[in-house]
């Protein structure tokens, strides 16, 4: 029902709707600013080369209006829904390679380090620096809108963007932080466009990690959710992007790692389907590799997620899903989380334990190691499920199910502990 709804668009000016008044200039859209912000930027290249930056594109991939001939502001990435569950604001930022940290001071995130893991892998070699953009781009940038009204910078677009939409889906850091600078106080942090996304969505949607930790800092609400109910936790681990969830963290600023999509996941549980659709030969939401997501596993976790919590609509947990996908590296990731594994293992969803999911895979070469594992960390082979069967009356007929049949019947009656996590 809310697809439709552009946001709240700025007031016109009153007379505009004044009987017998003089008829007024429209407002200034997006893109007329757009224009006048390049006009600028052509005034000023020679002295600040550092404002050229890639030509912007229409969702039909025209270009701005009166660009022709003009040196161009930024580039606007459009993703149809078809493409992705971010929308328009989709895709991932161009031009952009690996985690850029803004220039802001931002305490440490309180929760120990979780190890890589079996798949884990740092975005970083841990002696790499962190990349800070040049601070003239910054006053370059701060110049181009520091004489502007706060009004035109609020000014909405027929799709519901305003300008600091339009540079964070374009991963422009300087230009997104000057304008963020100038809004902070306006609610302009917090204007949605028409699939509900706040600027920082749209920045954790587009891959731009130095954008996200800006808005957070500035004062963005981290838990904002667009029409879906997603916030930007969800669309990092949904997109697999584990350099807007590192963002997040050295922010500094608490976020909710419980908050529900409509569809009653939380952004571990959209991560995990993330990972499992990675392994299973598609692309999932975007094209990043299955290290990638797998590392959004391993930094929700990091930041307190619990593996534990049911999804609202079937009570799956990540196990129950990681199972399900026959995902053997993230089943002996949530298990060997410190404590987790006692409550973890033989929770249910809709009456069927994580090994009833084992059980049911059609024969897929992680099977018998997933029921193996599971048994090792003190699933109950005995548990029944609402129809009343055991796992091994969900086994697949023929020699390997009858050979794990025999398994799980030795390990009834002989229930031990699971091991303890290092």
Known sequence: ELSGFRGTPVSPDPSLHTPGAPRAAPPQTVKQLLKELRQQKSREEARSPVLALPSPRLSDGAPWPGAAGTPQLCAVPHVSPQDSPGGSHGGRAPGLSGFQAAAIPGPAWPNPAVPWGEFGAPLLGRDTPEPYPEPQELAAARAALGGRDPQELLRQDEEGDTLLHVLCAGGLWALARAAAEALRDLGGLEVREHLGKTPLLVAAAAAAPEIVRDLLVLGANPDAADYGGRTALHLAAAYGHPEILQAIMSSGVPVNV?????????????????????????????????????????????????????????????????????????????????????????????????????????????????????????????????????????????????????????????????????
């Open 258 to 422: 419980e908050a529900r999509n409509f569809e009653g996941q939380t952004p571990l549980h959209c991560a995990v389907l993330a990972h499992n659709a990675s392994l299973q030969g598609g692309s999932g939401e975007g094209s990043r590799t299955p290290q990638e997501r797998f590392r959004c596993v391993e930094l929700l976790l990091q930041m307190g997620a619990d593996s534990s919590s049911q999804d609202t609509k079937s009570s799956l947990t990540a196990l129950h899903l990681a199972v399900r996908g026959g995902n053997l590296a993230l089943a002996h990731l949530l298990l060997r989380q410190p404590g987790m594994a006692p409550r973890l293992v033989n929770m249910k969803a809709h009456g069927n334990t994580p090994l009833h999911m084992a059980a049911a895979l059609p024969g897929t070469p992680s099977q018998e190691p997933l029921v193996r594992l599971l048994l090792a960390w003190g699933a109950d082979p005995s548990a029944c499920n609402l129809e009343h069967d055991l796992p091994q009356g969900l086994l697949p007929p023929g020699a390997p199910g009858d050979q794990l049949r025999l398994l799980l019947r030795s390990h009834r009656g002989s229930h031990r502990p699971p091991p303890t996590a290092e």
